[in-house]
């Protein structure tokens, strides 16, 4: 199947001109559309700087060639706007959605949320999607007339609910947020802007979660042979990999193995792709959407992967979380990490003249869980070689990390 190089507009894409806005009314710029204007305001942030010294796997020093949140946030907007341009969705609209996806992150991946959950567990815990939120919303500081970028109603929206509905019809939590309760943050901000928790998000959005789905499928295979964790023939004999691999061996007799693993990577993401796109056809053809409302209100998502590669991306991930995110070389680095930023906030909570002077403003005036929140977004502001940095200005025993 060839993947279309552009096509018409569908009629139940996201149309700029038709935004439901910013939440500080602002003039229109002469030279981009709204969510264009987005796209540019993401990637002129500090907190889009930081992404590329912040832990996607393997810790920033452990090699030039491994995936940082930057470099995967990038793969994801690639992919993403391939499958917008191939559906007719709005380009610029997924494109800003993928660069957001990751933006709440705290160093260290994933082990670094978990320690700032911990610390929080008290408050409401920390969640990436919320600090997302938070960091558009209020977080970043640029502009002399708001905080936050003031970005369009459908990048929040999609922000918040790429991965599907928060709550259902009642404002019942739903899904990952049944048993924790949907995010103060997210309530909070949508008390300002209705971001209709219940309803699915855009065709767009929907299209970077799939594209973060993809590129962490693939890109993490790619980093994890590179790590020798595992070989190509042991993921192919578990997934849909082994049929690629099969593929390439009856096309290539004779291959250096780095081209291999590059022609498998290649392949698999364009199965994904091409499976979306199929796959988000025969959805259209039943549900008929015929503006992006009709998406949104939709009894499932639009876009999506056949049930035949839905097994697929489990299979894989099953095979990665055991090899790659539990293995034990791993466990031990993030094991580290996750002590790093548990001092750093006890540190912070214990002494915080220690916080720079516009996070500890006004600090012992605040109520607890205030003060609790300002400490976890100072920390999760932070790329992985600064809290390295600000630990070992505290403690003796900084971890290497390695």
């Known amino acids: 199947m060839a993947i279309e190089t552009g096509r018409e507009r569908a009629v ?14 602002e003039p229109a710029s002469p030279t981009r559309n709204a969510f264009r204007r987005d796209c540019d305001r993401i990637i002129h942030s500090t907190a889009f700087r930081r992404l590329s010294h912040k832990t996607q796997v393997f810790v920033y020093h452990e090699g030039d060639h491994y995936r940082t949140r930057l470099t995967h946030t990038l793969e994801v907007a690639q992919i993403a706007r391939s499958l917008a341009r191939a559906l007719g969705l709005d380009e610029d609209l997924a494109e ?20 700032l959950d911990e610390a929080l567990s008290r408050f409401g815990g920390f969640d990436h999607n919320a600090q997302a939120l938070r960091v558009v919303t209020d977080l970043e500081q640029p502009y002399a007339a708001f905080d936050g970028l003031n970005l369009t109603w459908e ?6 609910k790429h991965n599907g509905p928060l709550t259902d019809a009642q404002g019942r939590a739903i899904g990952r947020y049944a048993k924790p309760g949907v995010p103060a943050a997210i309530l909070a901000y949508n008390q300002i802007q209705d971001l209709e928790l219940w309803s699915f998000a855009g065709a767009e959005a929907q299209v970077a979660a799939l594209a973060d789905d993809i590129a962490y499928d693939a890109h993490d295979i790619d980093d994890g042979l590179r790590a020798e964790l595992f070989t190509l023939d042991d993921i192919g004999a ?32 364009t199965r994904m792709i091409e499976d979306v796109i199929a796959e988000t056809g025969r959805r259209v053809a039943a549900i008929k ?12 998502p639009t876009v999506a992967f056949s049930p035949a590669m839905e097994r697929a991306d489990a299979d894989i991930k099953g095979f990665l979380r055991p090899r790659m995110y539990r293995h034990e070389r791993v466990m031990h680095v993030m094991s580290e990490a996750q002590g790093v930023l548990r001092d750093l906030f006890a540190h912070y909570a214990e002494t915080p003249a220690d916080l720079p002077a516009e996070w500890a403003e006004g600090f012992d005036l605040a109520g607890e869980s205030t003060r609790a929140r300002r400490i976890a977004d100072y920390i999760a502001g932070m790329t992985d070689r600064y809290a390295l940095v600000e630990h070992a200005k505290y403690f003796k025993d900084t971890p290497e990390l390695r």
């Open 238 to 269: 578990a997934t849909i990999v082994g049929d690629i691999v099969r593929d390439i061996a009856a096309q290539y007799a004779v291959i250096e193995p780095a081209r291999r693993v590059h022609e498998t990577i290649r392949r698999l993401i």
């Open 96 to 115: 800003a959605l993928a660069l957001a996806h990751d933006l709440g992150h705290p160093p260290f991946g994933h082990a670094g949320e978990q320690a």
């Open 289 to 300: 959407p015929g503006a992006a409302a009709d998406v949104r209100r939709a009894a499932r």
């Open 12 to 25: 139940y894409a996201s149309d700029p001109a038709t935004s439901r806005g910013r939440r500080y009314g």
């Open 155 to 160: 990048t929040l929206e999609g922000l918040v």
